[in-house]
């Protein structure tokens, strides 16, 4: 790498050693999204804590909320945290469900080490285009790139669909090839949000495509694959909210088993947002509850910061496998 890298400066690196490390351990690097300190924070000490390699993943929505200027510092400040936790845990910064060339090149031009491009809810060519165009863009700064193809359900500030589309097999080499893009989000079965399906009583999630996830795995062998709107949505996460004041009715994630399996093939990278995000509005509105007189910030963002912290531990450690990988 040459000293032009911008990321090296923040202490972060690119996907590409994480993911051919996932491939060959058999696990899957988590991505977790963040808005704020206490997020970031958590995010870092939970993998620092369970020795994982992290992705830390911001929206473009994300990062306007946090300030655009004020991100990259944001993490410099984090990575420097884990270092002097005594942690050197590998540290990339991911634009999550980049939509435009702009948006993409502002980001890598400002210290993210990977981004994704989610053309996904364009043609099949015009998807191609945009993916090639980041790539070209990116690889010259050392950046990796995310690709997507097929279309996830669900609901979030700039990822909406009412309908998934899984990825077609047939489609990802050429995909591939044309575009140079260093991992590939798919569709098959997972969806945005806390509300992933519409259950009946007593009815269990049905499973992912793995038929689909197998065939994309004998067309492009050993080639990293991404699956988004992977949150479990922790049942006791929803009923204290619900207990709390909260109405999170019928909210259902993905079952940690499938996850599981999911992470010893050929999924590199697993993304949670919605998890970390009930996790601490559970402990808010419990603290809420129980204490209506309480008004200073710490006192309600440190504890559902720590609840962040478990959340994280728990997921590197029993679903994606990442825990002591780093
Ligand atoms: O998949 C999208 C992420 O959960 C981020 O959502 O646009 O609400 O930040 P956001
Ligand atoms: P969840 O909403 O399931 O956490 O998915 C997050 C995601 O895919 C971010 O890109
Ligand atoms: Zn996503």
């Known amino acids: 790498m040459t000293a032009s890298i911008i990321y090296e400066k923040l202490g972060l690196v690119n996907t590409r050693e994480m ?39 911001v929206s473009g929505s994300a ?3 946090a300030d655009a200027v004020m991100m990259p ?18 540290i990339a910064l991911h634009l999550d469900h980049g939509n435009t060339f702009e948006l993409a090149k502002e980001c890598i031009d400002s210290g993210f080490s990977s981004v994704m491009i989610d053309g996904s809810h364009h043609s099949f060519e015009d998807n191609i285009r ?12 050392g950046v990796t790139v995310e690709g997507e193809l097929g279309v996830l359900a669900g609901v979030e500030d700039e990822v909406s669909s ?30 945005h949000g806390a509300h992933k399906f519409k259950l009946k009583p007593g009815e269990e999630p049905p499973s992912l495509r793995f038929d689909i996830l197998e065939e994309i795995e004998k067309r492009l062998p050993g080639y990293p694959i991404v699956l988004h709107g992977a949150s479990s949505v922790s049942p006791e996460h929803v009923a204290m909210i619900n207990q709390f004041g ?3 009715e019928s909210a259902v994630g993905i079952p940690a088993v499938q996850l599981r399996r999911a992470a010893q093939s050929a999924v590199c990278k697993i993304n949670i947002d919605s998890d970390g995000r009930l996790a601490m509005t559970a402990i808010i509105r419990k603290i809420f509850s129980e204490k209506p007189s309480e008004f200073d910030p710490r006192k309600y963002l440190g504890p559902a910061r720590t609840e962040l912290i478990e959340l994280i531990k728990a997921k590197n450690e029993d679903v994606l496998g990442s825990a002591g990988k780093a």
């Not at 958590?42 to 390699?53: E, N, Y």
């Not at 998934?164 to 969806?191: C, M, N, R, W």
């Open 73 to 90: 510092y944001m993490v410099e400040g984090a990575v420097a945290m884990a270092r002097n936790m005594g942690s050197n845990i590998p």
């Open 162 to 191: 009412a309908v998934s589309h899984y990825t077609q097999p047939e489609e990802v080499e050429e995909f591939v090839s044309k575009t140079g893009a260093d991992s590939l989000a798919i569709s098959i079965g997972t969806s």
């Open 63 to 65: 990062r306007e909320y």
């Open 19 to 57: 993911f051919q490390k996932a491939m060959e351990g058999r696990y899957a690097v988590p991505a977790y999204n963040f808005n704020n300190m206490e997020q970031l924070q958590a995010i870092l000490i939970g993998c620092v804590q369970s020795a994982s390699p992290v992705i830390l993943q």
């Open 246 to 248: 909260g109405n999170l």
């Open 130 to 141: 945009l993916t090639a165009e980041v790539v070209e863009y990116a690889h010259k700064k």
